[in-house]
């Protein structure tokens, strides 16, 4: 078990910690919420639907820089410390927010406006490879013994917090602006506001400690790092499934929402926007809440209780929710996934910390999270948009999680042999 200097451990920390995380969340959020928004202002194509799925592929296209990004900026933080890699990826960050907010749009400047666009989002995707893997890592480096779900749960909480603004932020922009104002500029507003927040990040960021458990660690070479990296691939491998159900849920009730809400189901955006804020304050408060609980019963039953459930109930909630469209059944179905989700999530990141070999922990963390995201996660928007148009059955989004779910109880049941203190144990060593 590794111990950490008393004190260090402190909501202060954590909160300094995750600062940038949410960041990167509330980024990705936005982008996903204005996303029919940014289709006419940046994409060409007089077709809407060719226009949406341009979009949501660049949203999808951060991902793919993600399993890089995770690589090197992982082995970077494996190398030159947690709080290094923290600030790095910050900074990275930043600048592709800046580009999405301040390029021109295509009818100022033809084809720069989505190459810059994709840019910019590619260039986010690069930096967030690491991000949430570097974020997770500390906090658990740090976290006092019996409480490290607990402690690295407030990454995933992080990230809903920022879902949380973002949707506030969507509610008072619909109140305030016309369609014609949000497609035109009122879409760049809540990236503007990224902007403006970058500067106090970084301020906060500084200030965090380097984790006493990397201080202790034997610094190793780039060589050393994937030479590890390559004989725990198959730990990798299942970390990297179990990821796939949190990834295709977590963008399917947040960032699709509004999307599917207003497209598929003819409900107006204001209501998805409210239904989407709900979504975060489930999620914001019960991920801390049940990952407690793992530290007290252990991951297992919660990975494997939520799969199976998700599992069961996600085909059978969309269709019920497309047979009778309405802000009431929306509202419904996406807190029970909601729910579900945080219990599985609460769960998983820890999982993820404990059952990766320490001495490339930040890497491998990475490198499974970032692979899952890019596979399964950051093209779930245009995947649900394609299959819904593809079969013109509304509820094809319930069978994509489905195959998440499936994969995510398959990977528990291979990787995940006990209790939260034998995979505790495993975090010193590779998974066979």
Aim: proline share 4%.
């Amino acid at each position: 078990m590794e111990t950490q200097p008393k004190g260090q451990a402190t909501a202060g920390t954590v909160v300094r910690v995750v600062s940038g995380n949410f960041l990167e969340m509330y980024d990705f959020m936005v982008y996903g919420f204005y996303a029919s928004a940014i289709a006419k202002a940046m994409f060409p194509g007089n077709n809407e639907f060719v226009s949406l799925m341009l979009s949501l592929a660049t949203f999808g296209m951060g991902f793919l820089m993600r399993p890089l990004g995770a690589i090197v900026l992982g082995s970077y933080m494996d190398r030159h410390g947690r709080r290094a890699g923290l600030l790095l990826t910050l900074a990275l960050m930043s600048i592709g927010v800046l580009l999405i907010a301040v390029t021109p749009t295509y009818a100022s400047i033809g084809v720069l406006a989505p190459t810059l666009v994709i840019f910019g989002r590619l260039l986010q995707g690069f930096s967030a490879g690491a991000e949430s893997g570097g974020v997770s890592v500390y906090l658990s480096e740090i976290a006092p013994p019996g409480r490290r779900g607990f402690f690295v749960s407030w990454q995933s909480a992080s990230q809903q917090l920022s879902v949380l603004l973002a949707a506030v932020l969507g509610v008072a922009l619909r109140f305030t602006l016309t369609d014609e104002q949000m497609n035109t500029w009122g879409w760049r507003i809540p990236f503007l506001l990224g902007c403006s927040i970058v500067p106090v990040l970084f301020w906060i960021r500084r200030s965090v400690r380097e984790s006493h458990a990397f201080e202790m660690r034997k610094r190793q070479t780039v060589g050393e790092i994937f030479s590890s990296l390559a004989q725990s691939w198959r730990t990798i491998f299942w970390a990297m499934m179990l990821v796939s159900l949190t990834s295709i849920m977590f963008y399917l009730i947040t960032a699709y929402t509004p999307t599917f809400g207003r497209v598929e189901l003819g409900l107006k955006p204001i209501d998805t926007f409210y239904v989407t804020t709900c979504v975060a304050l489930v999620t914001f408060t019960m991920i801390p809440v049940m990952a407690a609980v793992s530290d007290r019963i252990g991951r297992r039953p919660l990975l494997i209780g939520s799969s199976l459930t998700i599992a069961l109930v996600s085909y059978p909630a969309m269709t019920w929710l497309v047979a009778a469209p309405s802000f009431t059944s929306l509202l419904l179905v996406e807190m029970g996934f909601a729910f579900l989700y945080a219990t599985y999530q609460a769960a998983l990141v820890v999982t993820l910390t404990e059952i990766i070999p320490a001495n490339v922990r930040g890497t491998g963390f990475s490198l499974a999270y970032s692979l899952s995201q890019a596979v399964f996660g950051g093209f779930t928007p245009a995947i649900c948009t394609a299959l819904i148009h593809v079969t013109e059955n509304k509820a094809m989004p319930g069978v994509w999680l489905v195959i998440g779910a499936l994969f995510a109880l398959l990977s528990t049941l291979v990787i995940v042999r006990g209790n939260n203190r034998h995979v505790e144990s495993l975090s010193t060593g590779a998974v066979s």
